[in-house]
């Protein structure tokens, strides 16, 4: 993995020296690492057999889920907001949005969401959030990337939603910057873990109605002055770990596009939202 200052390019490169026999050498270089890592790997999953990241039964390959636990986890799939990602009935060939998003301009462009808020999908939610269960970071990174695609471009910078620093020091990790670094890495995209930062603590929003988010998260969320270039006429991929109102989404965009980003979309792992 290639990496410019914080910014880490997703596609890796390999070179070779040394002309035809280099090469040669290279090869079996190459072929030797990866015999000795296919041996390490099944040494390890002898001494520790994969297990279900829902509930930890046996699984056939690691970080995979069980029957069970799949069939408990509310993969959104089908039509769907275009805006926030909430499952729609019907089909359609355009562009449709759900009665929320219709009565709550959204800032950004495109949302997409892979899991509704619910059930199993709530339950690894709040591993990763609060559990240090850091390892569901990449798979749910696999989700994510199949919901969101189609929204984005070779130039799109992937930036996760910030963490003021005393809630950093005390969870230790920003479950939000593990889901953008993996996410990026799947879809091949530079990612910058610090351009937006929180220097104002945010009150907890539990029991908060959607109107008093937004006032309260209004202005909390910025971009670092050291990364505000990144974004200058680029397209800006905001990822967070749930999608409530969109109050917490809406002040990174509106700190996205007053950095100079020509567009802003977002992506989740998961949706709360009404039973469909």
């Known amino acids: 993995m290639e990496k410019q200052g914080w910014i880490t390019q997703g596609a890796d490169s390999v070179a070779g020296e040394g002309g035809a026999i280099g090469q040669a050498g290279s090869i079996r270089h190459m072929l030797a690492d990866r015999f000795w890592a296919s041996g390490m790997q099944t040494l390890v999953q002898l001494v520790y057999p994969p297990r279900c990241l829902g509930c930890g039964g046996m699984v056939e390959s690691d970080f995979g889920l069980c029957g069970a636990c799949w069939r408990d986890t509310p993969f959104i799939g089908g039509l769907s907001c ?131 988010r937004f006032e309260t998260l209004s202005g909390r969320i910025s971009v670092s002055p050291w990364r505000a270039e990144l974004m200058q006429n680029r397209h800006v991929l905001i990822v967070d770990d749930v999608f409530t109102s969109g109050a917490t989404l809406s002040a990174a965009t509106d700190a996205c596009f007053a950095a100079g980003a020509s567009d802003v979309s977002v992506s989740v792992l998961a949706r709360v939202a009404k039973d469909t």
Request: glycine share 6%.
């Open 82 to 212: 275009d805006s926030c990602g909430t499952p729609l009935p019907g089909e359609s060939d355009q562009a449709e949005h759900c009665d929320e998003c219709l009565e709550t301009t959204r800032p950004w462009s495109q949302g997409r969401a892979a899991l509704l808020y619910k059930d199993k999908a709530r339950h690894l939610v709040l591993g990763l959030k609060h559990g240090d269960r850091q390892d569901i970071a990449k798979p749910a990174a696999r989700w994510m990337a199949r919901s969101c695609r189609d929204i984005v471009q070779s130039e799109t910078l992937v930036v996760p939603i910030p963490l003021h620093l005393h809630r950093h020091l005390a969870r230790r990790y920003n479950q939000s910057a593990l889901l953008a670094e993996a996410l990026a890495e799947e879809l091949g995209l530079d990612w910058c873990p610090d351009a937006l930062e929180r220097r104002r603590p945010t009150p907890s929003l539990n029991g908060q109605t959607p109107h008093q």
